[in-house]
Every structure is written in structure tokens, then in C-alpha cells.
DNA sequence: AGTCCAAGTTGTACTATACAACTAGAAACC
DNA sequence: GGTTTCTAGTTGTATAGTACAACTTGGACT
């Protein structure tokens, strides 16, 4: 096997163990923001609200999902819904204070593990990791893991 | 910010939306097998063979987690339960002919997804970025995505 | 007006998961 | 050698996240 291909089979691997580690404690470290509620209000803070369907659209989850997780989102005051003057069929959602506070919370304590987890690297070789990250990330959809 | 600091941003958002993708897509592209079994099968494969509690500290699964998932891969006869000799509490899992071939076919598969994703790249990046990821996953458990 | 489309909700079902209570077997201890 | 303690695994129960299908409501376009 050529370097290349072994360095995708490490890749591949490597991949894969994040995701499942990701995937299996992501409940446990934050137990008051699962890890799709978290980029869901996140996608909120960046867009400055947007409507249910932009979200199931840019998640790829189903229309029902996102109205749950919305539901609850507002049930537990995170968020909230403006009736879209212009179309009564759309709630336009909106972060509230508090929703603001826990996602800054959750993203300051997630960072810092990140941080923890990086404090050895050499700065060179940090941005050269974050940079193949999003190159990776940035490839075409619909490809493996995505 | 320094370059270093940002760098840690970007993994962070990059690993987070990874994680994401990972977990909408897990149970869509190989219906005959979820990410956990794939991962489970392949340890099995690796290891030639081990215990459900093994299987339970490695990946942080509880061992009711992994007994209802041995359960269901043995009744897929992916796997084979052998009583341990030795200890009469003990199943030793094993790969059936049936469960090494899926687990080829669907490793097939996803290599070749992430060959295409990563088809652009120069050998010399691909060398760089699987080394990224090993010392990364490779750090302290506990951390982020742990 | 009538048809079709779009946004969201609700009913239902399934999977993955954890925790707690349990059984069965092994080991340790005195 | 019997009692206590530990270990491996199963089962009961509950929860979260998800999808799909059926439905409701409101716009849009002839």
C-alpha cells in the first residue's frame, strides 16, 4: 500500500473513533445542551435567526425532528418564535438571553477542552491541523461521514 | 487572538461539525450496519476475539449497551458467542464468515468514500493530516468528543 | 374558486443509550 | 469449606433522537 492510501486508511480510522467518541459523550459532558441542540442555537447565533425548515435543511434532519427539538428548545426558554409577518406559515427563531448565555457557557467549557487537549501542540502545527479540517469538512457532500 | 488560539476555534468548530455529519449520516449509509456494530465488529476483527466488557471499556458503552448490541449481532449471526473454558462467565465474541464479509463490504465502501473525498490531495498532506488526527485521539481520555 | 405547494405539528415506531436490579459464576478470606 | 465480595452478563425501564406518514394551515398561481 502506497503512503497515500495508508495515510487514508488512518484518516478513515481516525475519523471514525472521533465520531464515536463524540457521539457517545456528548450527552455526558453537557447534560443541559445535546450536541444538536448546541449547533442548532449556534446556527441561530451565527444566521441571527432563521426558520425551522432552514435548520432541518441545513442538518439534514427531518421537518419533525426539528420542530421537537424546537419545541423543546423554546419550552426550556432558549429561543423563541416570531410569527413571520409576511407568511403566517413561518416562525421566525430567535435566541433569547438565556439561550445566548448557555450557548456562550457551553462554548467557552467545550473550548477549553479543546484547549486542554491542544496545550502541547506547537502553534504550527495547529494551524496546519485546522486547516486540513476544513478542508476536509469543505469537500463535496455526500461523501463518507457526511 | 493569537494564530494559535484561532487554530484551536477552527478545530473546534471543524471536529464539532464532523461529529455532527458522522451522526446524521451513520444509520443512512450502511443500514445493514450502525456505525457502533461497525466499530464493534472491527475490534472484533482486530483483536481476533474478545469479551463484552472489553468492548464496554473501550468504547464507554455500558455493558447493557454492548449486550443488547452482541445480542442483536449474534441474531444477524454476524458474531458467535463461545463460552470461556476457563471462566464460565465469560463469552468470548467471535467473527462469523458471514460478519468478517459485511464488515469488508462495508469497509470497502467506506473507504472508498473517504478515497474520493480525498482524492485532490497531495500524498504529503495526507501523511500530515492522519498524523494530526492519531495524536489528537491518542490524547488524554476525558477531554472534548471523549 | 380551486388546485397545488410549503411550513410546521402530531402520531407512531425504532434505535441507541443509561441506570438499576438481578443471576450466575469465580475468587478471597478467615 | 462456607461466606462474603467481586465480575460478566442479562433484563426491566426510561429517555433522547430520529424518520416517515398523515394531517393542518396558509400562500401562490392559474
Redesign the pocket.
Known amino acids: 500500500m502506497s503512503a497515500a492510501e495508508s495515510a487514508v486508511e488512518t484518516i478513515q480510522r481516525e475519523m471514525t473513533i472521533f465520531a464515536r467518541r463524540a457521539?457517545?459523550s456528548a450527552?455526558r459532558m453537557h447534560p443541559e445542551l445535546?450536541l444538536?441542540?448546541y449547533t442548532l442555537l449556534g446556527h441561530l447565533e451565527e444566521r441571527d435567526g432563521c426558520?425551522?425548515?432552514d435548520l432541518a435543511a441545513h442538518y439534514?434532519?427531518?421537518?419533525?425532528?426539528v420542530?421537537?427539538?424546537?419545541?423543546?428548545l423554546e419550552r426550556a426558554a432558549l429561543i423563541e418564535r416570531r410569527l413571520d409577518p409576511e407568511?403566517?406559515?413561518?416562525?421566525v427563531l430567535h435566541l433569547t438571553e438565556a439561550g445566548r448565555e448557555i450557548l456562550a457557557q457551553v462554548t467557552r467549557s467545550r473550548r477549553a477542552a479543546f484547549r486542554e487537549r491542544l496545550a502541547e501542540w506547537p502553534e504550527e502545527d495547529l494551524v496546519r491541523f485546522a486547516a486540513y479540517l476544513e478542508r476536509y469538512n469543505a469537500g463535496p457532500a455526500g461523501a463518507d461521514a457526511e
Chains 1, 2 share one sequence.
Open positions: 457521539r457517545a450527552g445535546s444538536v441542540s426558520r425551522a425548515t439534514a434532519l427531518d421537518k419533525s425532528t420542530s421537537r427539538q424546537v419545541a423543546a407568511d403566517h406559515r413561518v416562525q
